[in-house]
């Protein structure tokens, strides 16, 4: 079984920054894709950004290009997302999904909040 936890979300102003982190857990949890989705209310859930150790690739959403930085060393069960000029429009519930090399069930943490003001 695979544990999740997200840590860092919080109510920022326009232009501020914040750190998401990611962590999954279990008893042999050895993670693959581990990636930052969102969802803004009314809207679809969509990929922020993505990390595979199989392929080797971090991946950014256009959206957020040059803005956010997706993070994760090699073999880690951990990710970290670092966003900078945060807008209103970044306002979500992020979710982190993780699968694991044993198998392709998508495992979802239950999501931490960023609002941004302006």
């Known amino acids: 079984q695979v544990e999740i936890w997200e840590f860092g979300g919080g109510s920022v102003q326009t232009g501020e920054s914040l750190r998401l982190s990611c962590v999954a857990s279990?008893?042999?949890?050895?993670?693959?894709?581990m990636a930052w989705y969102r969802q803004a209310p009314g809207k679809r859930r969509e990929l922020v950004a993505t990390t595979s150790l199989s392929s080797s690739r971090k991946i950014v959403s256009d959206t957020v290009k040059g803005r956010f930085t997706v993070s994760r060393a090699e073999f880690s069960n951990s990710m970290s997302l670092q966003m900078t000029s945060l807008n209103p429009e970044d306002t979500a519930v992020y979710y982190c999904l993780v699968r694991t090399f044993s198998s392709s069930a998508d495992n979802w943490g239950q999501g931490t909040q960023v609002t941004v003001s302006s």
């Open positions: 279990g008893s042999r949890v050895n993670a693959d894709t």
